[in-house]
Structure formats: structure tokens, C-alpha cells
């Protein structure tokens, strides 16, 4: 049996793994781990900054619970509700105001319900930005959220999961396609039985109460614990809110017209021919 000798010196384990703490260094001559450590989509540990561009959430609280110091763009956020109306439009209102002024488009992918001109315009949303997508298929529904994403005139895509109940596969497929966007890319989604657990880098859950909206953050990058923030709410809100607590309370006994009026009042959406005439002061009429 016959031996090679070692000609070379070894190389030093910085030279085979680049330079810096762990992997947040650059592998030379690697291009293939250059360009997996070059993916949005891909956390180096405890490396956070710089990774994804962020949005003003509009709430200086939030921000300092948010990675980044906002909303991440290409970036999919999860937010799960107990029912539609529990804050989105809260939450995202201030946002979503400051987007509809700029160039390009805010995408609703099968909403809850048409959305109301004057109860956007109360948020300060320019409704000429809104567009709405709505299908009945499952697999149309997929299609059209990720070529959606994937567009580069979206400056928010907002999808609202209904009764398809998305699946592992379909959410890792919208967070590829929202990692390959520059666009705010939210799915709404319903606690319920069976819920899968989501692949989005950042986790929300809304609920309303009597002293604001609580927003807890279940999952981000660099969090190691949930945190929970709640966010007061605005002046003009607080009737319709506390009748829409109320409302849902007493469901049992409350009549689904007034159901539906209060629900208005809260997703700035028009329910239909049920809800009277907007009275000025409230934001989603009465």
C-alpha cells in the first residue's frame, strides 16, 4: 500500500467557509453557496439587517416589535384572525394610505366584500388604487395570487384565504412568489380547526377589544418568544367597534342585518343593499 505525500499546506478552515462569523461570510469560489446566501428568503442566523427593504407601519409600538423597523416587501406576511373585521384595515390602513398615492396598484384577492369607497377614503386611501380579483377555483385562485405577486406594477397584494383553507404546499408557493416581489404581500387567514402551520416569515394574530387592537407577533426572524402590541383605537372607530363586540357577543339573539351594518362599519366594505346611507363622521357608514 502506497502513500501520497501532502505537497500543499492545508487550508485553513476561514478559507473553506469565508470569511466572518459562520456562514454570514461569502464562500469564495462557491458560486451555488453564493447564491443560496444571496436569497431573500434565506436567514443566516442572527444576521438581520439589511435583508428585506420595510414599510412604515404607521404605529412607532409596532415598529420596534417589527424585525427591520416595519413591514418587510418580499416578504410574505401571515395574519390570522378569529373572523374577517378584526383590525386588517386597522393594521394596514396607514400603510396602505401612504401606497395608494404612489404609482402602481393595490391588488384585494377574493375580499370578504366590496370594498366602500367613503370608508377607504376616511383611511385616507386613494380607492382608484384598489383593484379586486375574485375567483371560485382553487387552482385559478393560486394562479392568480402568484402572477399577482410576481407583477411589478403591485405595490400591495392583500389575499384573503375564505373557505379554501390553504394548504403547506400553496402558502410556501405564495412566499416564494412574494420573495420575488418588491410588493407589501399579506394572506388573511382564520383560526380554525386543521389550520396548517404557515411558511411566512412573519406571523401576526389580530383580535379586537375593548382596549384596542392587540396584534401579537408569533413568528419572525430573530424573535424568540411571541411578543404582543396593542394598538389604540381611533377616535372615530371606537362606537362602531364596541357595537361590533357587542354584536358578535349576542349573535345568538342579534338580528344579521345589524350584523352586516356593524361588520361595514369596521372592514370599509359595502355588504350590500341592507346597510343604509353613510352619515359623515363615521368611517364606514351606519
Not at 395574519?79 to 374577517?84: P, R
Not at 383553507?165 to 416564494?176: F, P
Request: contains cysteine; hydrophobic residues 35%; positive net charge.
Amino acid at each position: 500500500m502506497t502513500y501520497q505525500t501532502r505537497t500543499t499546506p492545508p487550508q485553513s478552515q476561514a478559507s473553506l467557509y469565508g470569511s466572518g462569523p459562520g456562514l454570514a461570510g461569502r464562500a469564495t469560489g462557491n458560486s451555488v453557496l453564493e447564491q443560496l446566501l444571496a436569497r431573500k428568503d434565506v436567514w443566516r442566523g442572527t444576521v438581520t439587517a439589511g435583508q428585506n427593504e420595510v414599510l412604515d407601519s404607521g404605529y412607532g409600538s409596532l415598529n420596534s416589535c417589527l424585525q427591520g423597523g416595519g413591514w418587510p416587501l418580499g416578504s410574505l406576511i401571515d395574519l390570522s384572525q378569529a373572523n374577517n373585521g378584526h383590525g386588517e384595515w386597522q393594521l394596514f390602513g396607514p400603510t396602505l394610505a401612504r401606497l395608494s398615492h404612489q404609482a402602481g396598484l393595490i391588488v384585494l384577492v377574493n375580499p370578504p366584500a366590496q370594498p366602500y369607497g367613503p370608508g377607504l377614503a376616511q383611511l385616507g386611501i386613494n380607492y382608484q388604487a384598489i383593484k379586486v380579483v375574485r375567483t371560485r377555483q382553487r387552482q385559478a385562485l393560486l394562479s392568480a395570487l402568484v402572477d399577482t405577486l410576481q407583477a411589478q406594477c403591485c405595490l400591495a397584494v392583500l389575499a384573503w384565504e375564505g373557505r379554501f383553507n390553504w394548504r403547506y404546499a400553496e402558502l410556501r408557493k405564495l412566499q416564494l412568489a412574494a420573495s420575488q416581489s418588491q410588493c407589501l404581500s399579506v394572506c388573511l387567514r382564520q383560526d380554525r380547526s386543521g389550520r396548517v402551520q404557515s411558511p411566512a416569515p412573519l406571523r401576526l394574530r389580530s383580535q379586537l377589544s375593548g382596549q384596542g387592537l392587540q396584534v401579537q407577533l408569533l413568528k419572525q426572524r430573530g424573535q424568540f418568544r411571541p411578543q404582543v402590541c396593542t394598538l389604540p383605537l381611533p377616535s372615530l372607530w371606537a362606537p362602531e367597534h364596541a357595537e361590533l363586540l357587542h354584536t358578535e357577543a349576542n349573535a345568538a339573539s342579534a338580528q344579521q342585518g345589524a350584523g352586516e351594518q356593524a361588520l361595514a362599519k369596521v372592514l370599509a366594505f359595502n355588504t350590500g343593499p341592507k346597510a343604509s346611507q353613510p352619515r359623515q363622521g363615521r368611517p364606514g357608514g351606519e
